[in-house]
């Protein structure tokens, strides 16, 4: 025994004094450069407080861009000074780029109605306040990953900002790849530049001014290293002279890009507790808890493949993983691609908000002007009870009702105890829109076909 005990403390030892000195260093941020750039940066954040109260009731949100009318994106011509090639050498010259302004006219409430959350609105203080006026909550698309050429993107002209740009081991810049291609007109910026953090927070700070609820935050994946600091004694001529800065000196792109996160978490959140943070994806990652929602994106149907690719079995085994994430109060929401033209809206549109809300996931869809949009409405409310599932039939009540879902390859007739707590003493048939199932002694009979889902509401809704 005292030989267990002794070869313990030495293999601690190392750990107990070798681990927190790295730690230091690789966390600390250099304190002139955020003074120089006036930039606060708070600190790693330990705790997961609940994500707010109305994002946790949603049940649907959506992100669709047909509800806005009269919307256009203009590129308003913006006078600028570029260094240019010319004949011999560059020469300063006076030309022409653009400036997005993002219109608004008008918001169709009705083929919203009942979404808490409409996601990829216009950068437009009219968008917001529209959202606002129906009582919606409205957040904009940002990104964080590249910068376009094409324009001002996220306010920055990527041609006066060099600095913001990351460069790979070669000291090459890096472009994006994306579906397989390789985006010329997009260039990949560095998370750890104080710079890229100063001109972002500021766009956020725009966004939130505007009145946003929060924003969106795309491409949240990893970030590959970021190079450039070794290649500023190369002076390229392109550009007015500039330096590429490290806030992190000795940390990871990934840690940098997690502590960026924190920052427009802590902004956003200096505008009120019930503004909020959704990361596509985040899920996995170790910044996850920055936002206080990950969204699952491409949740069974996608634009990228037919029909169904994950299982009833794969949604549970996300649901078991990100178990702690959902008891912080936090909330995955679960993309699912559905298009009038492509899917059969109904079938498929019940059984990924079944699959969604059994397992406590926020599904986000877009139903507006579909024979399902009445799902826009539906609220079950809380949970009364863990998912039931016998036989590939899983089943689930909610205060205001009960959904089932059938994953087996039969039909089936089953027959379902009523939770305790539910109320409701008949049910109405959403699929069917008319015909209700009585509760008989805390028993109901349901019918539902194979690999089909039902909703059921408390009759009393309608
Ligand atoms: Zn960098």
Redesign the pocket.
Known sequence: MPRVNKSFVLILLPFVFVWPASAANDTAHDEHLAAKYGLRVPPASREIPPAPDWIRQAEIVSSSAAVWEGYEFLLKETPVTRLVRARSGHTRMRLSDYYPEEKVSGLDAESVSGILLLSHVPHSADAFRLAHEHGIKAIPYLHFMCVHTNYADQDIFYFEHPEIL?KDDKGHWVHTGMDGSDRLHRFRT?A??PSYWKLSLAYVKKMMEWGADGVFIDNAGRRPA?F??QYNSVRNPEFEPYV?E?LFPDAS?DYAWGRFLEAIRTLVKSHGDDKIVVLNSGIGDPWQSTGDCCMWESFIYSWAWEGRRHTWSDVKAKAKANQWYLDAGRRIVALAFLEPKRHDMKNNSFWAFACARLVDFVLWVNLDHTEVEFLNRVHLGRGLESVQETEQVAHRFFENGLIVLNDSLRDGEITIRVADGFAGTQLLDLYDGKATVPVDEGMLKVRVPSKMARIFVAHATE
Do not use: E, K
């Open positions: 990351m560095c750890n530049s970021c450039a600091t590429h490290h792109h």
